[in-house]
């Protein structure tokens, strides 16, 4: 059975950081291409920040220079190190690994950017 389970989100104050995991099990995430999604109330969930199974990663302009996604092959988990957080940030982030026609979501956890 595949998990990816997402740790790490919580509520934190404009300009602060967060860095949410991503533990894979049932799969080998080295194999896999991963991703954060987001999806903030009343929008479409965005993809926020990809890396490949070659490492290769790509962000969403929003995010660009803020965020920082990163992945541990040992560990099986992938990262995103959030820095300078705005209220927009606001949302569910979702993990997400594919490879070929197979793909996994995790279940989402809130992040909240609020004085």
């Known amino acids: 059975q595949v998990q990816l389970v997402e740790s790490g989100g919580g509520l934190v104050q404009p300009g602060g950081s967060l860095r949410l995991s991503c533990a894979a099990s049932g799969i080998v995430a080295m194999l896999y291409d991963m991703a954060w999604y987001r999806q903030a109330p009343g929008k479409q969930r965005e993809a926020v920040a990809t890396i490949t199974s070659g490492g290769n990663t790509n962000y969403a302009a929003s995010i660009k220079g803020r965020f920082t996604i990163s992945r541990d092959n040992a560990k099986n988990t992938m990262y995103l190190q959030m820095n300078s957080l705005l209220p927009n940030d606001t949302a569910v982030y979702y993990c997400?690994?594919?490879?070929?026609?197979?793909?996994?979501w995790g279940q989402g956890i809130q992040v909240t950017v609020s004085s």
């Open positions: 997400y690994a594919g490879r070929h026609s197979a793909y996994y």
